[in-house]
């Protein structure tokens, strides 16, 4: 049996340099594949529209006029009117736009306004940013910003949050802090679109209860009868 031969350095470069080509090779192999992937013609993903409606909130029913015929005394049934129509009043669709302070509140929670605005003088905001500048004409959907022509807050003299129903009661009665006859009041409630809106919110916002039509019939009643306030 012969001795084993030890390796010479020749022996020793030569393998190196085949270890190297060797990686080498892999190397070049690898990279060739991924821009061919990369390269090759596929066919892309094919644009769609954006799935902006929400699924639709629940809608809250309102009592009808008729519903209070049970009650005798007129008294009685006025402030019952007005307290089944303070279901709107005193709903967060209302409500964050009637703030205690020049800033409004939204969403359900009623969240202090994102980004930071203010009533300004019109009750359209800051001359530096207006409502019209987010809000539209209309409800964005894609985006969940709501929307009206008329945007804007209530006067600060009609601010309802942290209010008893007894005290909006009395602010709605008072002109000098409505700013509207009984009349006028009742076209409000009635026909004004940006009142409309509670009942078309978008997004994923929960409507004001019943219908705005289901909404002036009591305000109606509840001034026919009176326009007794609840304490």
């Not at 359900?108 to 940013?129: E, F, K, N, Y």
């Not at 949050?161 to 009349?183: A, E, F, K, V, Y």
Request: glycine content about 8%; hydrophobic content about 35%.
């Amino acid at each position: 049996m012969s001795a084993r031969q030890t390796p010479t350095p020749w022996t020793w470069r030569r393998r190196l340099k085949a270890g190297l080509l060797s990686i080498l090779a892999l190397t070049a192999v690898t990279g060739t594949i991924g821009i061919v992937y990369a390269l090759y013609p596929r066919t892309m993903p094919q644009t769609g529209p954006i799935e902006a409606r929400l699924l639709p909130a629940e809608i809250e029913r309102l009592r009808s006029v008729s519903d209070f015929d049970g009650i005798a005394d007129p008294a009685s049934r006025s402030v019952a009117f007005f307290e089944e129509a303070g279901r709107v009043l005193e709903h967060p669709r209302c409500l964050n736009c009637h703030p205690r302070t020049d800033r409004p509140t939204q969403t359900d929670a009623m969240r202090p306004h994102t980004p930071w605005v203010t009533r300004g003088l019109d009750g359209g905001g800051a001359s530096t940013l207006r409502c019209s500048t987010c809000h539209q004409a209309e409800n964005f959907a894609a985006s969940g910003v709501p929307g009206n022509p008329k945007w804007k807050l209530a006067p600060i003299e009609m601010a309802w949050q942290g209010q008893t129903l007894g005290n909006i009661c009395r602010q709605l009665l008072d002109p000098t802090r409505s700013h509207m006859t009984r009349d006028e009041l009742l076209h409000h409630v009635m026909e004004d679109e940006l009142v409309g809106w509670a009942w078309h919110p978008g997004g994923n916002r929960q409507p004001a209860p019943g219908t705005q039509q289901e909404f002036g019939s009591l305000i109606k009643a509840w001034l026919e009868t009176g326009a007794v306030c609840p304490q």
